[in-house]
Structure formats: C-alpha cells, structure tokens
C-alpha cells in the first residue's frame, strides 16, 4: 500500500471510536500483506482486490469487513417448543386428540371405558408427567392379577393394547419416554410407628407452635384449632391420619387454613423421626363407613379408573367425593350419608371456588342403588 494512500485509511481509521468494527477492519486492511485485500462485494460475499482497484473509480463497490469480535462461539440458540416432563399437556397433540387407529376395532364397551380413562385420568392431569403416569396406572390397574394374557377377556385386552399403543404415540412425538414402574420407597429413619401405635407415644402430639397460627386471622385461628382439637382427640396413629387427611381434603380451598394443619404435621414428624401423618400414598385413607360405602360403588380404584376421583372426605357417618365434570347440571361432587335406618341420602353438588350448590338430592336408598343412581345422574358409568 502506498504511503497517501495508508495515510488516507489511518486518517478515516482514526477519526472512528475505539472498538469500532469498522476502525478494526480497515486497521486490518492496510496492515494485510501482499498485493490484494479481503473485503466484501456489492453482493456481500467476501473477495479479494488488489489496493489498486480500492484506490480507484470502482473503491465504492466493495466494503470493509466489519470485526465480529473474539472467540468463535456461536450464540446459544434457544429451546423454542421444546416438550419436557413438566410441559403443559395442552402442547402434546396426541393427548389432546388421540390417533383414530388406536381405538379402531375397539368393542364400544372396551371404548367407552377407554374414553372414560382419557378424558378424567389424562386429560385433566397438569403436565405431561402426570399424564403418564395416568396412563401407565391405568395399564396396571386394567391388567388381571394372578392371569396369563391368553385366559383375559377381549374387552381387557382391548383395552389394554389401546392404552400401550396411545402411550407409544405420545412417547413418539414427544421424545420423552414414561418411567416404568413404581418409585422404591426411601427407608424411613427413625422409630418404626405401626397404625396401632397410641397417640401416648407420639412425642409433642399435643403441642401447638405458635408458628402454626401465624398469619391467620380470628376466623382462621378458630377452624384450625377445631381440627387440631379432632386430631389430637385420636387414640391411634390410624386415627390421627385419618383426622389430618380429611381436614386438609376438606380446606384444600383455603390455603391459609391448609398452610396451618401441614406445619403443625411438619412440627409433630420432625419432633418423632420416621413418622409420617399423612396419607399421601393412600388417598382412601378414611373411616369405616366412608371405605364401605366406596366398595359398593365398586371401591376407590375403579372410581379412579372410570371417573378420575380426585378427591375422598370422611364425613364420619358417610363419605364425600368429588371428580372432573363440565356438565354442571350433573354435578362434580357427592356426598352419601349413613342414616339411623342404615339406608343412605345421596345429594349431588356443583363445587367451585364460589362455594357448593345443591344440584339432586336421592333420599332413602338402599345400597345396591348406588351405582345405579350414580350413572343415572352423572351420565358415568362405573362398570365394566
């Protein structure tokens, strides 16, 4: 490069800021050696001209290769859709709209109960972990015990291959395959608590905290301590599990009331290591009465199965329940009581954060009704 002309570019070089990918480019061009110079043509692509044609008529058609800065790294794209454990299961296709062909030759029995299972036990889950797990216990629960697959009945086998074939469709598109099995349980450390076990041995059982009741207003305070008066008044461990379970069953709505009854459970289980109050594995964990009264709708299984229960509460001379229903005139919630004469009221109920509307009430009913007045209602069916 000649000198004026050296001088020119140093000239414009420096009259641009420091750092300037423009100053750094044509710093680059006149310190290149050799007869020619890297820049870029009226098409954008990179070429090589001698200094000449740059100090000639033609120096407006090419440009200075601008400095990308240091380092080779590309930037991080982002995972834009990206399906994982905890997605949405509004983003999987074939949950929302499962394939025709897996219910294809399909008995309308063995579809109905398959139906039944999708739209309760899947559809409503929150994410699509939940979801998976649905299916993979539906498939469990559907498989006969103790029976070779060749003595099922068509119905069962039906029912079971559209459930495996719906599982492989949604592992398929979303490329996350469901975890199989049950997850081994953590040995407990710490003192082994039969159900039996009386309340005399539980150590701080009778305690309250004052930090159960913080944040709570006079209301609040008189609810929780109404319940911790019906817990602490057990004698067995059983019991008290069964207190705690429909207490928190029944103010899941209130979280305040809710924050309060898992403190106070949180307090007594860290005071006596290896105890747990709460019946988290076993959802019927309830009286005799209300677990009675489920088996004769075909018990907490099946409802799960065919309905989606979602949530049992011992009402000590009956049971309540409740399961995803968007009809409301049918209602999501019923509660079957126990009366003197050992018949049953069955009262039906909307259910919704604005509070509990009566919808149908059945008096006077004798047990082997049940399930017939149940689907009569609802539109369910409970039975295979």
Do not use: C
């Amino acid at each position: 490069m000649s000198d004026p002309l050296r001088t020119s570019v140093l000239k414009l070089a420096s009259e641009l800021p420091l750092g300037n990918p423009t100053r750094r480019a044509l710093l680059r061009a006149i310190t290149a050696e050799g007869d020619k110079v890297k820049v870029l043509n009226q098409d954008g692509k990179e070429v090589w001209v001698s200094k000449d044609t740059l100090k000639g008529p033609d120096a407006k058609k090419y440009k200075p290769i601008e400095d990308k800065g240091d380092g080779d790294e590309k930037p991080e794209k982002k995972d834009e859709g990206k399906v994982s454990l905890k997605s949405p299961i509004s983003e999987v296709k074939a949950i929302k709209e499962v394939p025709e062909d897996i219910t294809q030759g399909m008995s309308e029995n063995a579809k109905r109960v398959f139906d039944g299972q999708n739209k309760w036990s899947v559809q409503t889950s929150d994410d699509l972990e939940e979801a998976l797990g649905a299916i993979q216990d539906s498939i469990r629960y559907n498989t006969p015990k103790d029976t070779s697959e060749k003595d099922w009945d068509d119905d069962t086998r039906q029912i079971i291959e559209a459930q495996k074939k719906w599982l492989a469709v949604i592992e398929k598109e979303t490329g996350i395959k469901a975890k199989g099995g049950d997850k081994p349980k953590k040995e407990e450390k710490g003192k082994s608590y039969p159900d039996d076990t009386d309340t005399d041995e539980i150590e701080s059982f009778g305690d309250v905290p004052d930090s159960v009741m913080e944040g709570l207003d006079d209301d609040q305070i008189e609810e929780v301590e109404e319940h911790l008066g019906k817990i602490r008044g057990k004698n067995t461990l059983q019991e008290v599990r069964h207190a705690l379970s429909s207490a928190l069953a029944t103010w899941k709505q209130d979280e305040a009331v809710t924050k309060a009854l898992k403190k106070y459970q949180s307090f007594v289980e860290k005071e006596n290591p290896g105890l747990k109050l709460k019946l988290s594995a076993d959802k019927t964990a309830i009286g005799e009465v209300a677990k009675t009264i489920l088996d004769q709708m075909g018990g907490y299984g099946r409802l799960k199965m065919m309905i989606g229960i979602q949530q049992v509460v011992d009402l000590r001379k009956g049971v309540g329940f409740k399961w995803p229903n968007k009809q409301r005139s049918k209602g999501n919630y019923v509660e079957i009581i126990l009366t003197p004469r050992d018949e049953y009221d069955m009262t039906f109920y909307n259910v919704s954060t604005g509070g509990k509307k009566e919808v149908k009430k059945f008096r006077g009913i004798y047990f082997d009704q049940l399930i017939e007045l149940f689907e009569k209602q609802t539109g369910w069916y409970l039975r295979l």
